[in-house]
């Protein structure tokens, strides 16, 4: 039976692994953050810069956390990272900010989105959020009933999206190379740090997803080496073809149309090809969108499941069915329906960026406290660099929501704190329980 059990098929193979970071990183930040970037920074250079600093800025994060799936393999993302790491309480508060921010709010962000690029093909009224909704359930539906039908759909969808997107970079590109390869023109656009710092906060819940596939690892073929090798490709994969997008966005219509515009890809697309090509951009938005809250239907509630075989949420969500928690898939899909009726995609976005930072800045120091002060201290240098460089940017984009978006900076700090005392109270039931079972049994 051990034997059996290690063997067993797992749901996902290294391309799903691949696909799932693919997935869920790109949605609809890369279509909307550039022209809110553009705003703020004033120059296309400076945009395309921050993109690459954003890129760089996850492949800092990815080298810690392809280190740490490799080191303890099992799922649960940040949750088991900082149990393992720093405290069993601040692996609760990640575990809580991965439910809120980490799933629950991208995926209503996510829908709300889709259904208002769907509106733009279908043509119809996007007022109360029942398409977004629809869309959740039915997904939710899928992996929950039929999760190998769902790994399925995601990994064709994935195909597709990318496909989508090359072609909108070759549509673009000859325009992206007249922009840069015509006679300069005077920029009178100052570098503004703060500026910077703020747009970063946007592009940081672009590249968000980065680090999908540490939340299934026990559900990935190869564990813990797959997965390394899956976030690093995905993350380089996604960094290409962010720039590709940015580019084409940031040069193929003027400045004035583009600055400050959430649809800034629909602008861009407008402006290559017309309606025409306005129309199915807004239909790769939807399907983009679509297959990143497909992936973080798949990936959130094995994050709630481990939680739940810890003591740290209700049993019931620990259930599996096979060896999928279709419990917590079904719980993840009410939560998500509830947030698409009470809150505005400005709103969760801005919360999200903000939230999701700070967690992954504790697993950077996680990881650097076992490096220098567990049992067999090393120093790795490109490890070591990268750690520095994300608490570097982690820091900054704090600070500039701080000053910038402090609404944001307040609800994450709310969370945290929530977080804490979660874990305080289920210690205290635990320890209570033990307690009376020991009496008993004496």
Do not use: C
């Given at each position: 039976m051990t034997h059996q059990a290690a063997r067993r098929r797992r749901l996902l193979d290294?391309?799903?692994?691949?696909?799932?970071?693919?997935?869920?990183?790109?949605?609809?930040?890369?279509?909307?953050?550039?022209?809110?970037?553009?705003?703020?920074?004033?120059?296309?250079?400076?945009?395309?810069?921050?993109?690459?600093?954003?890129?760089?800025?996850a492949l800092s994060g990815v080298a810690i956390y392809a280190d740490l799936a490799?080191?303890?393999?099992?799922?649960?993302?940040?949750?088991?990272?900082?149990r393992q790491t720093l405290h069993?309480?601040?692996?609760?508060?990640?575990?809580?900010?991965?439910?809120?921010?980490?799933?629950?709010?991208?995926?209503?962000?996510?829908?709300?989105?889709?259904?208002?690029?769907?509106?733009?093909?279908?043509?119809?009224?996007?007022?109360?959020?029942?398409?977004?909704?629809?869309?959740?359930?039915?997904?939710?539906?899928?992996?929950?009933?039929?999760?190998?039908?769902?790994?399925?759909?995601?990994?064709?969808?994935?195909?597709?999206?990318i496909a989508a997107i090359l072609a909108f970079i070759v549509l673009g590109a000859p325009h992206v190379a007249q922009a840069i390869g015509g006679p300069p023109t005077v920029d009178g656009s100052a570098f503004s740090l703060l500026a910077f710092g703020g747009s970063l906060v946007w592009i940081s819940y672009a590249y968000?997803?980065?680090?999908?596939?540490?939340?299934?690892?026990?559900?990935?073929?190869?564990?813990?080496?797959?997965?390394?090798?899956?976030?690093?490709?995905?993350?380089?994969?996604?960094?290409?073809?962010?720039?590709?997008?940015?580019?084409?966005?940031?040069?193929?219509?003027?400045?004035?149309?583009?600055?400050?515009?959430?649809?800034?890809?629909?602008?861009?697309?407008?402006?290559?090809?017309?309606?025409?090509?306005?129309?199915?951009?807004?239909?790769?938005?939807?399907?983009a969108l679509a297959t990143s809250a497909s992936s973080m239907l798949l990936s959130g509630p094995r994050v709630y499941a481990q939680m739940a075989r810890d003591g740290a949420l209700p049993a019931i969500l620990g259930r599996l069915h096979g060896e999928h928690p279709r419990i917590a898939i079904i719980a993840q899909a009410v939560l998500c329906v509830a947030v698409v009726?009470?809150?505005?995609l400005r709103e969760l976005l801005e919360f999200v960026g903000v939230t999701l930072s700070v967690s992954a800045g504790a697993v950077i120091v996680g990881w650097l406290r076992q490096e220098f002060l567990g049992s067999t201290p090393r120093i790795r240098i490109f490890l070591l660099g990268a750690a520095i460089v994300f608490l570097?940017?982690?820091?900054?984009?704090?600070?500039?929501?701080?000053?910038?978006?402090?609404?944001?900076?307040?609800?994450?700090t709310m969370l945290i704190c929530f977080g804490l005392a979660a874990h305080s109270v289920s210690a205290r039931l635990r320890a209570n329980v033990t307690s009376t079972s020991g009496a008993t049994s004496e």
């Open positions: 290294y391309r799903g692994a691949i696909a799932l970071v693919v997935a869920n990183t790109i949605g609809t930040g890369v279509f909307t953050t550039s022209g809110f970037a553009l705003a703020d920074l004033g120059s296309p250079g400076f945009v395309l810069l921050a993109w690459l600093v954003g890129g760089l800025y490799k080191r303890f393999p099992q799922s649960g993302g940040e949750y088991a990272f900082l069993p309480a601040l692996g609760t508060a990640a575990g809580w900010i991965s439910l809120v921010a980490g799933f629950t709010a991208p995926i209503a962000a996510a829908a709300l989105g889709a259904e208002l690029y769907a509106a733009r093909v279908g043509g119809f009224e996007t007022g109360a959020p029942w398409f977004a909704s629809a869309l959740i359930v039915l997904l939710a539906a899928l992996h929950a009933g039929a999760p190998e039908t769902g790994v399925r759909f995601l990994n064709v969808a994935v195909a597709i999206k968000s997803g980065w680090n999908a596939a540490v939340y299934v690892t026990g559900d990935v073929e190869g564990g813990g080496d797959a997965v390394r090798r899956a976030l690093y490709l995905g993350t380089a994969l996604v960094i290409a073809l962010y720039l590709g997008v940015s580019a084409v966005i940031l040069y193929s219509a003027p400045r004035e149309a583009l600055a400050g515009v959430a649809d800034s890809g629909a602008v861009a697309a407008r402006a290559l090809g017309g309606v025409r090509a306005e129309e199915g951009l807004s239909a790769l938005i939807a399907l009726w009470s809150a505005s570097a940017a982690t820091t900054g984009i704090v600070v500039a929501a701080i000053i910038m978006r402090p609404g944001s900076a307040v609800a994450a």
